[in-house]
């Protein structure tokens, strides 16, 4: 299973972003976006993820109120639809999927130490900044 992410960039405060993330195949449980921040000893974090048989979004609270987690109906295209982005949004952002479970990625309940259990993109910048 391969992802690789696109879609990632410089944008203003209160700009929008989509970012689209490819994946070889659709034979995954849970597919999901995480985001490694510019601050040391701040780990990895997952912001959204889809479970793989119905769709279900769940998204962090950090993000709910702006961002959108979304897929094509081939499953092998997920977007993450970004809104009224902050500084505090800049990081690199990864997306990742896993055939381990469709909640590996909840962003309430992963922790990095799960990562090997995923396929990983090369991630995308975004930089928020005027």
């Known amino acids: 299973l391969q992802l690789v992410e696109s879609g990632g960039g410089l944008v203003e405060p209160g700009g929008s972003l989509r970012l689209s993330c490819a994946a070889s195949?659709?034979?995954?449980?849970?597919i999901g976006w995480f985001r490694q921040a510019p601050v040391s000893g701040k780990a990895r974090e997952a912001i959204a993820c889809m479970s793989s048989g119905d769709g279900v979004t769940y998204l962090a609270d950090s993000v709910k109120d702006r961002f959108t987690m979304s897929r094509d109906g081939d499953k092998n295209t997920v977007y993450l639809q970004m809104n009224g982005l902050k500084r505090g949004d800049t990081a690199v952002y990864y997306c990742?999927?896993?055939?381990?479970?469709?909640?590996?990625?909840?962003?309430?309940?992963?922790?990095?130490?799960?990562?090997?259990?995923?396929?990983w993109g090369q991630g995308t910048q975004v930089n928020i900044s005027s």
């Open positions: 990742a999927a896993s055939k381990f479970s469709s909640s590996w990625c909840h962003p309430r309940f992963y922790e990095e130490e799960d990562s090997a259990l995923g396929s």
């Open positions: 195949q659709s034979d995954y449980y849970s």
